[in-house]
T-cell receptor
Framework: ETGVTQTPRHLVMGMTNKKSLKCEQH?????MYWYKQSAKKPLELMFV???????ENNSVPSRFSPECPNSSHLFLHLHTLQPEDSALYLC?????????????FGSGTQLSVL | QKEVEQNSGPLSVPEGAIASLNCTYS??????FFWYRQYSGKSPELIMS????GDQEDGRFTAQLNKASQYVSLLIRDSQPSDSATYLC??????????FGKGTSLLVTP
C-alpha cells in the first residue's frame, strides 16, 4: 500500500449537501496535497500544505475548503458544489514541498454531484 | 500559464515492441521531470524521474530529457500487456507542486 489513505472511496452528494473528504498519511511526511482529476483534463493541483501551513491555493472556488490539523491529516470540506465538480479527488504526500522526490498518492475519492 | 503537453492517444503497440511516449513543457526554468503510470481506476505511481539532459534507464524504462527543446520522453522496451495504462508526464517548475499533462493512453496488444 502507498501509506496514504483516503476516505470515502466513493461519494454522491446533492448540490446543497455538506460533506468532507479525509486523507491520512503514515509516512512521516510534512507536505500534503489535494489534486482534482476530471475526465480529459490534466491532474489539477488544488491545495498544498507544507508543515501544516497552506502554501498554495490554485484559484480554487470557496466551496472547497481545506483543513490540515497536523502533518498527517488533511481534509477537504465541500459545500454547495456544482455538477462540474464531479471528479476523482486525489490526496498526495511528500517529505516536504517543493520536492524532487515522488508524490505518494492515495486511492482517491470518486465524487459525484447530482 | 505553465503547460505540460502530451498526446492523449491511444497509442497502440504490439507486445514486445518499443513504446515511445512524448511530452513537451512550456516553462524553460523547469528542473525536475517525472513519469507516472496510472491504471484505470487507480492512483498514479511514479515510474521514472529525470533531472539532467540525457537518458535515465531503469529496467525496461528509459526517460530522455532535452531541456533545449523542452522535451521529455519515455521509452518502454519489450512492452507487455501489463504496461497498458495512462502515462502522465509531470514537471516541477517554480511552484510548490507538480504540473501534470493530460496523459497518454498506452495499449499493448498480445
Amino acid at each position: 500500500e502507498t501509506g496514504v489513505t483516503q476516505t470515502p472511496r466513493h461519494l454522491v452528494m446533492g448540490m446543497t449537501n455538506k460533506k468532507s473528504l479525509k486523507c491520512e498519511q503514515h509516512l512521516g511526511h510534512n507536505a500534503m496535497y489535494w489534486y482534482k482529476q476530471s475526465a480529459k483534463k490534466p491532474l489539477e493541483l488544488m491545495f498544498v500544505y507544507n508543515f501544516k501551513e497552506q502554501t498554495e491555493n490554485n484559484s480554487v472556488p470557496s466551496r472547497f475548503s481545506p483543513e490540515c490539523p497536523n502533518s498527517s491529516h488533511l481534509f477537504l470540506h465541500l459545500h454547495t458544489l456544482q455538477p462540474e465538480d464531479s471528479a476523482l479527488y486525489l490526496c498526495a504526500s511528500s517529505p516536504a514541498a517543493p520536492t524532487n522526490e515522488k508524490l505518494f498518492f492515495g486511492s482517491g475519492t470518486q465524487l459525484s454531484v447530482l | 500559464q505553465k503547460e505540460v503537453e502530451q498526446n492523449s492517444g491511444p497509442l497502440s503497440v504490439p507486445e514486445g515492441a518499443i513504446a515511445s511516449l512524448n511530452c513537451t513543457y512550456s516553462d524553460r526554468g523547469s528542473q525536475s521531470f517525472f513519469w507516472y503510470r496510472q491504471y484505470s481506476g487507480k492512483s498514479p505511481e511514479l515510474i521514472m524521474s529525470i533531472y539532467s539532459n540525457g537518458d535515465q534507464e531503469d529496467g525496461r524504462f528509459t526517460a530522455q530529457l532535452n531541456k533545449a527543446s523542452q522535451y521529455v520522453s519515455l521509452l518502454i522496451r519489450d512492452s507487455q500487456p501489463s504496461d497498458s495504462a495512462t502515462y502522465l508526464c509531470a514537471v516541477l517548475n517554480s511552484g510548490y507542486a507538480l504540473n501534470f499533462g493530460k496523459g497518454t493512453s498506452l495499449l499493448v496488444t498480445p
